[in-house]
């Protein structure tokens, strides 16, 4: 008799890296870090249950949202840096991002835990609910990492569930 788990696990870093690693096609390092505040600038992935409950939230910070979308888009180096300059995502950078962290939803199914999905992207620059903004910054089950793409530089994430 198995008894299902009410809520999803934190990704393991290996699982993080190596889906990272793998959908980018360049080798990713992983590091301890602080935690990326749930800010304007920012770029805040909501991941539900098939019942529309939020489980986890992923904040990823504007420099690194645009440098995992430029490594999804093999896009040049200089002109990421250029757009991280600007403070300006565009559409592709952010929809390539979105990509990334859609696919993300994957390492929270596991055996025995609720079916999680993504189900809004927000940022940057957009305000997010207030639950959501409570998520990202709760203490506890939280993964803070930069990831360190080669040829591109560092993204901070922080994964939390609940």
Do not use: K, W
């Amino acid at each position: 008799m198995s008894t299902a788990l009410q809520s999803s696990p934190l990704p393991s870093r290996a699982a993080l890296r190596s889906l990272v690693e793998d959908l980018v096609g360049r080798t990713v390092d992983l590091f301890d870090a602080d935690s990326v505040p749930s800010a304007p600038s920012n770029v805040v992935a909501v991941y539900v249950t098939d019942q529309l409950t939020m489980t986890a939230v992923a904040v990823v910070d504007f420099a690194g949202a645009a440098r995992i979308g430029g490594a999804l888009g093999m896009l040049p180096r200089g002109g990421v840096d250029d757009v991280i300059d600007e403070g300006q995502l565009s559409e592709m950078l952010r929809d390539n991002c979105y990509e990334v962290l859609n696919v993300l939803a994957a390492t929270f199914n596991v055996g025995g835990a609720p079916h999680v999905r993504l189900y809004e992207m927000y940022g940057p620059n957009a305000s997010l609910p207030s639950d959501v903004a409570q998520l990202a910054n709760l203490v506890g089950s939280r993964l803070d990492v930069r990831l360190s793409i080669t040829g591109y530089g560092d993204a901070h994430v922080s994964v939390v569930v609940r």
